[in-house]
Every structure is written in C-alpha cells, then in structure tokens.
C-alpha cells in the first residue's frame, strides 16, 4: 500500500511498481470489504491528497484532490464553504 500526499509522490509510486512489474490499482477509501477492492501490487491510498484546489462561487464548481471526501475540503478551508 502507498499512502502519497501529493501527486509527485504518487507518480514516483506508480514509477516504481511499474519499474518492479506490479499492477497499481487505486480502489478509494478503502472502507470496502468487497473482492473487487483486494487487489495483488501496489494499492494507493489517496486520503492525504485532499485538499481544495479552487473554488467557484459564481458557478459552484469546486476542484479538490483525488482523496477528498464529500464535504471535506469545505469544511477545512474558512471562507470557501459554497
């Protein structure tokens, strides 16, 4: 399992899977307990890449990181909550 926080980190552990002949497969939260989420290689774990990246208030189009949860990053920025 990696557990990267950003996406230099991230693309450093797909790198290096790749380099080893492991498979990747990113299967989310993690809170799952289904088959489909056990997977051989490298799983990464993307709940530290979760922050807000931009903020639309016009539109309501907010951007966050691969990890975030729903509602998370509002909630962590004062000031961006649409």
């Known amino acids: 399992m990696s557990r990267s926080a950003s996406t230099a980190e991230l693309a450093e552990a797909v790198r290096d899977a790749g380099r080893d002949g492991q498979r990747v497969k990113a299967v989310g939260a993690g809170h799952s307990f289904s088959p489909v989420a056990v997977a051989p290689g490298v799983q990464p774990r993307l709940d530290r890449m979760d922050g807000l990246c931009a903020a639309d208030r016009a539109s309501g189009l ?17 000031g961006t909550a649409l």
């Not at 907010?62 to 909630?75: D, K, M, N, Q, W």
Request: net charge positive; glycine share 12%; aromatic share 0%.
């Open 62 to 78: 907010v951007t966050v990181e691969a990890g975030c949860r729903s509602g998370s990053s509002a909630r962590s920025s004062p």
